[in-house]
């Protein structure tokens, strides 16, 4: 009986052993996705009463609708030489890798001339078309609202001309507009429009307001103010599912934003999470940290799932 016994504990463990290697193995071949999630670079001290405070949910309001320091972030990058790291993965429908883009770029601005030096370049697996282009039409997206518009770090070459140019240059500047002054009605996006403007009195029933005080990258004192969809609503309701906004507790300058957006229809199948995050060099905002993933099904294109980790460092003003 107890050789018996013995015998079945010893096949349990073999049993459980073998599902424990396979769970492992099955793992090691793909990677997490980058989660961007400011809250990550944030120590959260506590919930906030604002009013203690002498701030109201409508300041923070404003200051996100009034804010131009995010977006002129970016353009300030002009004055600067830095090193970008970025790095670029695509998955397949099983969400197992399947093509992976690196760069590690000295950037330079000197006398308004935009210049590259490749440090380090790798791509591996399938990124590429028989064109030498690549695959992800979010590749070029990204390039255009974050970067210098094809002459980055991704897309190189003059811009395609025609009809074709303008309707995809006017869709990623609405898109650009929707990330960097959020909140706004952005018109011209079929069935998305109406869902752009979350703090107007259609959307903000869906919607609540959470606020708290932290660290942001262990230094700087910071209200984080959170727009999230109420769990009594439906997804479907709303396409921002939330918007996290960092601001410098002295200044009241926006450091980093968080969006998650989810929506669907016969025009657009789309699930985004993207993290910006800025920090200041000689006194002047500019970009640190950018995260996204996401899964892109839009009409005349491959449907796209990526994730994306761009670093910038090093900031020495030209």
């Known amino acids: 009986m107890n050789h018996e016994l013995s015998s079945m504990n010893y096949k ?9 290697l396979s769970a492992f193995c099955s793992k090691a071949q793909q990677i997490n996705r980058f989660n ?3 809250l990550r670079t944030i120590v959260i001290d506590s919930p906030v009463n604002i009013r203690s405070h002498r701030l109201r949910a409508q300041d923070f309001i404003d200051a996100v609708m009034q804010d131009t320091s995010f977006y ?3 353009r300030n990058m002009k004055a600067y030489a830095f090193i970008a790291e970025n790095r670029v993965f695509t998955y397949n429908k099983k969400n197992k890798i399947e093509g992976k883009i690196y760069r590690k770029i000295l950037h330079s601005n000197v006398a308004g001339d935009h210049k590259l030096q490749y440090l380090a370049k790798a791509d591996s697996g399938n990124v590429l078309k028989k064109n030498g282009k690549y695959q992800l039409y979010t590749v070029e997206m990204f390039d255009y609202i974050f970067m210098n518009a094809y002459n980055s770090d991704f897309v ?11 309707k995809n240059e006017g869709y990623k500047a609405k898109l650009k507009t929707l990330i960097f002054t959020p909140g706004r009605k952005v018109s011209g996006i079929p069935f998305i429009s109406s869902k752009t403007e979350i703090f ?11 606020f708290a005080r932290g660290k942001y990258l ?3 004192p910071v209200y984080r103010f959170k727009v999230i969809r109420k769990p009594s609503s439906s997804v479907d309701d709303v396409m921002i599912q939330e918007m996290t906004t960092i601001f410098d507790e002295r200044t009241f300058q926006i450091l980093g934003r968080y969006i998650d957006m989810k929506y669907s229809n016969m025009f657009f199948d789309f699930d985004v999470q993207m993290n910006i995050e800025l920090n200041k060099f000689d006194g002047e905002l ?3 940290k950018i995260t996204y993933q996401g899964n892109w099904d839009i009409p005349f294109h491959k449907e796209e799932r990526a994730s994306f980790l761009i670093v910038h460092k090093d900031y020495k003003k030209e």
Do not use: H, S, V
């Open 156 to 166: 190189a070459g003059p811009p395609a001309t025609g009809e074709a140019k303008t």
């Open 200 to 210: 107007g009195p259609d959307l903000r029933q869906f919607y609540r307001y959470e």
């Open 218 to 220: 262990d230094t700087i």
């Open 36 to 38: 961007p999630d400011t």
């Open 286 to 288: 500019l970009p640190t």
């Open 12 to 20: 349990k463990l073999l049993l459980a052993f073998c599902f424990l």
């Open 72 to 74: 002129l972030a970016f």
